[in-house]
């Protein structure tokens, strides 16, 4: 949860700044935070899966 509030964060001084840097930039940037964002979700998945496995094993 950490790691999205800091994209958050870091997408809002860029937005701020968004106006200023050339277009290339600025879909670079958002194109590392979405890659970021949607790495975290799958390990979110994928964690939550393993753990639920994991449950149903020792029951």
Do not use: Y
């Not at 509030?5 to 701020?16: C, H, Q």
């Not at 050339?22 to 964002?37: F, G, Q």
Request: charged content about 10%; aromatic content about 6%.
């Amino acid at each position: 949860m950490l790691f999205l509030v800091a994209a958050l964060m870091l997408m809002g001084v860029l937005l701020g700044t968004v106006a200023h840097v050339a277009a290339p930039v600025s879909l670079a940037a958002t194109a590392a935070i979405a890659c970021w964002l949607l790495v975290f979700a799958l390990r979110e998945r994928a964690g939550r899966h393993h753990r639920h496995h994991r449950q149903e094993g020792s029951s």
